[in-house]
């Protein structure tokens, strides 16, 4: 199920609106696992800082937007919905959240509450939550969202004094219909190799190395060789464009390996030839 990501300003109805969308959503959608509200001020709870120890202290703040960023990974899956109650001020933070989507395979709403810093500094006289300082702080340091970003679209934007006539309808209809965001190769888990074809490429690539080795050293430079690539005597050719050294030729060969875990080869009969194209490049 899709991610709804609050966003606005300290004492800005942020939790207000995360319970109303909760109740009124819980009506309109069938969420098998049912509707989660995570939090900020739970994991501000669960430390032993205070609200304006941990925004005048940047290692603390960066170490609390973790474990928020950490408890959306966990609680997001194809069958519960998430609503996210935080300040979410920073894009870049946002972004790292529109990556958390892609790679669970499903989509997000942004919505931000526009408030300004006096309507914050009076909700605030009540709660005592924020000094004044940190309060003009955050505002200062507040990066609001824009709908031409795709980590902040779609964009509902609302104001303090509009929470109670907030369209849940339309955000409902924003999260229905919205595409699963597509995962790309960057928020993508790499392909598991099996242990016994990775055991089978680590002989394979040793084999070849050794093999070029004695063969590029014993040639001159602008000389091609001929490489044996499988068990039926197969051979690539490799053009000597200058001389490797053992040292230099293990290197590339961790370089492929490290490659190979992150992709599949379709046809195994692939990898020598990819491997003497690493090689030939190194020499280039």
């Known amino acids: 199920m899709p991610l709804a990501v609050l ?20 009506k309109m959608t069938t969420c098998p696992d049912g509707i989660e509200v995570v939090s900020d001020a739970d994991i501000y709870d669960g430390s032993s800082f205070s609200r304006d120890a941990i925004y005048t202290n940047q290692n603390v703040e960066k170490q609390m937007r973790g474990r928020l960023k950490d408890q959306v990974t966990k609680s997001l899956t194809s069958s519960k919905l998430i609503i996210l109650d935080a300040q979410n001020y920073i894009k870049g933070f946002r972004y790292e959240l529109f990556c958390v989507v892609k790679a669970a395979k499903t ?5 931000f509450i526009n408030c300004s810093k006096e309507r914050s500094v009076m909700l605030n006289s009540t709660s ?17 969202p824009q709908s031409a970003a795709r980590w902040d679209s779609p ?17 409902n209809e924003f999260l229905s219909n919205s595409r699963a965001l597509p995962p790309n190769l960057s928020t993508q888990n790499p392909p598991r190799q099996r242990a016994e074809m990775l055991y089978d490429l680590d002989k394979l690539t040793q084999r070849l190395v050794s093999e070029i080795f004695d ?31 053992m040292p230099e030729l293990q290197r590339i060969r961790r370089h492929f390996l490290n490659f190979y875990k992150s992709h599949s ?18 020499m280039i």
């Not at 989509?107 to 919505?111: D, R």
């Not at 939550?129 to 990066?143: P, V």
């Not at 964009?155 to 955000?171: A, G, K, V, Y």
């Not at 050293?217 to 091609?224: D, F, R, V």
């Open 128 to 144: 005592q939550l924020y000094s004044e300082e940190t309060i003009s702080a955050l505002h200062d340091r507040f990066e609001p």
């Open 215 to 245: 063969k590029v050293s014993a040639a001159e430079i602008g000389q091609t060789v001929l490489i044996t690539t499988d068990a039926q005597k197969e051979s690539e050719k490799l053009k000597v464009h200058k001389k490797l050294t």
């Open 265 to 282: 080869f379709k046809d195994p009969q692939q990898i020598p030839t990819v491997f003497l194209q690493f090689v030939n490049n190194a």
């Open 107 to 111: 989509c997000q709403c942004v919505i």
């Open 7 to 26: 966003c606005g300003p300290p004492c800005s109805g942020k939790t207000s609106l995360a319970k109303k969308i909760a109740d009124e959503l819980s």
């Open 155 to 171: 964009l509902i934007e609302i104001t303090p004094e509009s929470i109670e006539s907030f369209d849940f309808q339309q955000l």
